[in-house]
């Protein structure tokens, strides 16, 4: 690529190793270089524009924490007005925070009205910018600063949100969850989803090496764990239909768990493993991820 | 600072995240290169390059030596070696 094509450029300040770097590479690669990006407060948007630098080769607004669905709809809407939406993409993307929680009704809002945009969540499972809170992305027992172990507490107490499912209940024509792991599969997800008019969702999950407390190098080992234990179900609903899975040959739970500094508490307690591994079987169950030999 | 703040697109160029770099880089040794593209694919800072077989490579003024080329790379062509050696 000559370098006035590089849409993501170097210089960012994300760790070593960052999840999230590489999924908004991939995003944007994918997407194309007639993309307007519109980003939440997060990660994301702190460690590719720290003032006064940009890391993006495309055009970038960042606005406040909650609103980025509803700058991107403002965006789509003058563009549709200029007569200029044809061929141009809008891409609202947030961190799990900005999505699940602070950004919610901005991008419900967005997703009822129609708007033409694909929104994309960056799942890294906390607030890891401001030193890693718990979100309503957090795994069940995952050890956060405001969800800390010990004699009484396993971590975190609550579920992960269901944020595709409730994408899927606004009736919008895509939606779709990625991982890292599988860069092919990921880039042709945003393709996919771009190709299609209407609100968009994907949801990837990206390892945290600093939240997570795992080596930079182990970022995909970690994601393609939490894949084949069947914690973070890979599948695509086009027009609310089941579209596809990627299947697994199930592993234990413990095999994702154990990569993690955030779960070390959990592997002397069996109990709590075994609620973790009910919560895999329930999703290779309701996703049918098994593969049948 | 009140209204908007602008910054120039491709900016971030000028931090040399390089530095950043403790113990080890990689080593990319142009021996059994089959051109797949997975460690471009996952770099997370952009900054690896190239095209045909054996001519892949990193740019050391932005590398912060993650590993995750070396530990991508299917025919382990790419070693994580200490800094300093060559």
Not at chain 1, 29 to 37: D, M, Q, S, V
Not at chain 1, 87 to 115: F, K, P, Y
Not at chain 1, 139 to 163: A, I, L, Y
Not at chain 1, 176 to 193: E, G, P, Y
């Amino acid at each position: 690529m000559p370098e006035t094509k590089i849409l993501y450029n170097p210089g960012h300040t994300a760790c070593g190793g960052c999840g999230q770097a590489i999924a908004a590479r991939l995003v944007i690669e994918a997407a194309g270089e007639n993309t307007i990006i519109v980003n939440n407060t997060g990660c994301l948007e702190v460690f590719t524009t720290k003032y006064p630098e940009s890391a993006w080769g495309v055009p970038f607004i960042h606005s406040l924490f909650e609103n980025a669905g509803a700058v991107a709809s403002g965006v789509e809407s003058a563009l549709k007005f200029l007569g200029k939406k044809e061929g141009t993409n809008v891409i609202a993307q947030a961190g799990d925070g900005g999505t699940a929680d602070i950004g919610l009704q901005a991008l419900s809002g967005m997703w009822e009205r129609g708007h033409d945009i694909l929104s994309v969540c960056y799942d890294n499972e906390a607030y890891m910018n401001t030193g890693i809170q718990r979100s309503g992305l957090t795994p069940f027992d995952s050890n956060t600063t405001t969800s800390p172990t010990g004699k009484e507490s396993f971590g975190n107490p609550k579920m992960k949100k269901p944020v595709p499912e409730i994408a899927r209940a606004h009736g919008i024509p895509y939606v779709a969850t990625a991982s890292v792991a599988f860069v092919r599969d990921l880039q042709n997800k945003v393709k996919k989803a771009i190709s299609i008019k209407g609100p968009k969702y994907i949801q990837i999950h990206v390892p945290c090496p600093l939240g997570w407390r795992h080596e930079g190098a182990q970022t995909v080992t970690v994601a393609r764990a939490a894949i084949e234990t069947g914690l973070y179900p890979i599948f695509e609903y086009v027009n609310g239909e089941l579209a596809g899975v990627q299947k697994i040959k199930p592993k234990p739970v413990e095999e994702y768990l154990k990569l993690q500094g955030r779960f070390k508490h959990l592997l002397k307690a069996p109990e709590q493993i075994k609620k973790i591994q009910e919560i895999a079987d329930n999703n290779i169950k309701k996703y049918g991820l098994k593969l049948e030999a | 600072m009140f209204g908007p703040l602008v910054a120039k697109p491709k900016s971030s160029r000028k931090n040399k995240t390089g530095s950043w770099r403790i113990d080890v880089k990689p080593k990319f040794l142009q021996k059994n290169c089959i051109a797949c593209n997975m460690c471009v694919m996952i770099c997370p800072e952009n900054c690896i390059s190239g095209k045909e077989k054996n001519t892949y490579k990193n740019d050391p003024d932005y590398c912060k030596g993650c590993g995750l080329c070396a530990f991508i790379c299917p025919k382990k062509d790419i070693e994580m070696i200490p800094e300093g050696e060559k």
